[in-house]
């Protein structure tokens, strides 16, 4: 359960605009870690993590202008692609490799997360839920791909090539070995999931969900 205090301040932080997953993705990050965050956009997330968790942080960004907004903000950000880049960077080089509500847009979900769980002791990925309620209705009903908050492009122009349920993630979790270290499922306000639920209860109304993992051979060092 989180303090009173921690409440507050993520209130404070996402009445300033803070994303919820980046805050749940923050409480999930130890202090003074080495952190990389893929497919890090504008760089929010680096600038929470750096002021909230005073971390090392790198990024990795495709497109050159947010690149470049990163860079303007004083962060250490590339450019590259989470699909063929990863591949060279070493294991366990970091303390943490994050994506968040990015895995759903690569072309090779697998392999990205095969790659964050070896470059980093532990990987925390954030993505949006395709098995919430109002996505089966509005697939049963209406019969077409749905349009939310959380995915609002119609599907012929939507970057997600790879949308996946709750329950899809976890089984691919356990295909690759990966152990789940921490796991929260919320809806766009942050309202959190009761957590002893069971796995069908968050597939059918988390909208999005947060999950912290570690390759089950890794060493656990923290």
């Known amino acids: 359960m989180l303090n009173n205090n921690i409440i507050r301040q993520h209130q404070a932080l996402a009445d300033q605009g803070a994303r919820v997953d980046h805050l749940m993705i923050a409480e999930m990050v130890a202090p003074g870690s080495r ?69 759903q847009a690569t072309l090779r979900p697998k392999e990205v997360l095969q790659n964050l769980l070896r470059i980093g002791r532990r990987a925390i990925v954030s993505f949006p839920n395709f098995g919430h309620w109002k996505i089966r209705a509005d697939l049963l009903f209406n019969g077409r791909m749905p349009m939310t908050k959380n995915l609002p492009e119609p599907w012929y122009s939507s970057p997600d090539s790879h949308l996946c349920t709750i329950r899809d993630f976890v089984e691919l979790c356990d295909l690759l070995d990966a152990k789940v270290e921490e796991a929260v499922a919320f809806n766009t306000a942050g309202r959190r999931l009761p957590i002893k639920r069971s796995m069908r209860f968050n597939n059918l109304f988390g909208e999005k969900a947060v999950f912290k993992l570690r390759h089950r051979a890794a060493t656990r060092d923290f």
Not at 64 to 72: I, M, P
């Open 35 to 103: 952190v990389l965050d893929v497919g890090c956009g504008d760089g929010d997330l680096l600038q929470l993590l750096a002021a909230s968790k005073a971390v090392d942080g790198r990024g990795v960004e495709l497109s050159r202008e947010k690149v470049n907004a990163c860079v303007a903000r004083g962060l250490s950000v590339i450019q590259g692609n989470a699909d063929v880049d990863l591949d060279d960077y070493p294991d366990q080089a970091f303390d943490y490799a994050i994506l968040s509500l990015t895995i």
